[in-house]
């Protein structure tokens, strides 16, 4: 084996000398191109590995047209999404895709409007080849920011601004996940089944409400309390409901988080889970449904599984085929029994 070549960086000039092949060759086989027979390739990825060459990423975008960096924009406040594993998922499932694209993570978060300036500049100065946003509120102007930067973009869940764009997203599918969920507590013998909903400008929730409505159609509104994904949410509901409807023998939450917070309650109320009240959840992740006090019965969604498919639409994109864009992806749900339903 050769021995390394000391001094200055090495040049891309170098890998094609110790590779024996011009430098376009070697420049096609760095940068990804197509058109270099098989035993040319290894030997330029051979130079490559014995100098030590790393490629110049700023002369590369020039020749690819791309940066290799794709923002994530998550349009909720850092407290959210460092404390619901929910976010933690979604954007695990999102950077194992992009590494595997060989493309870098930008995490941006929305503490507020005044935010929505600093990511419209960032976004529209060149510096990412598409963007994947989610948790998009029903009145957020972020998605119109998105647009008017004009970069390839897949949103992950469903939302009205996207839709009135075109922007292809992936979800789960909500309603029915909701409608099995209850089913379930109707084939329980539950009768007076309550309802915690999530954020009323969040389409998963609005979607999450109206599969419930599926089930118990004409359903005492005294018998739905409002939340908004947070534990200590859920506690608050699940109290309200109590006071309201002492008589309710079962709920549906619309997120693990507010689950566990409606599970609190009950024990603190002595309320025994599941014998005086059944609990179903949604969302399944692990380290909360695993860690409730029963353990939580809770609708699975694969969350890490469509962060992987938000990249694999947005890769679509950006592939330049200039075909029609992707379809957008609604994921099946599975409802998983545990103890406390």
Known sequence: ?????????????????????????????????????????????????????????????????????VAVIIAEPEFRIFSDPFFEQQVRGISRELTAHDAQLVLLWVEGPGDH??????????????????????????????????????????????????????????????????????????????HIAGPRDLMAALDRVDGYHDVLIGADPALTAQGDFTVESGARAMAELLERRPDVDGVFVSNDLMASGALRTLRERGVRVPEDVAVVGFDDMASVVTSTEPELTSVHQDIEGMGRLMVKLLMRLLDGSGGPAPASVITPTALVRRASA
Do not use: W
Not at 138 to 144: T, W
Not at 167 to 189: F, I, K, M, Q, T
């Open 1 to 69: 084996m050769p021995e390394p070549i000391t001094g200055p960086r090495p040049t891309l000039e170098a890998v094609a000398a110790r590779a024996g092949v011009s430098r376009a060759t070697a420049s096609r086989v760095v940068n990804g191109g197509a058109g270099v027979r098989a035993p040319l390739v290894d030997k330029v990825r051979r130079a490559v590995e014995e100098l030590g060459y790393v490629p110049n990423h700023a002369a590369r975008s020039l020749v690819t047209r791309r940066n290799g960096a």
């Open 117 to 194: 300036d600093r990511i419209a500049r960032y976004l529209g100065g060149g510096h990412v080849d598409g963007a994947l946003a989610f948790s998009l509120h029903n009145d957020d102007e972020l998605p119109a920011l998105i647009d008017r930067a004009r970069i390839p973009t897949v949103f992950g869940g469903r939302s009205l601004a996207g839709q009135a764009l075109g922007v292809p997203y992936v979800d789960c599918d909500n309603r029915g996940g909701a409608r099995e969920a209850v089913r379930h507590l109707v084939s329980l013998g539950r009768r007076n089944i309550a």
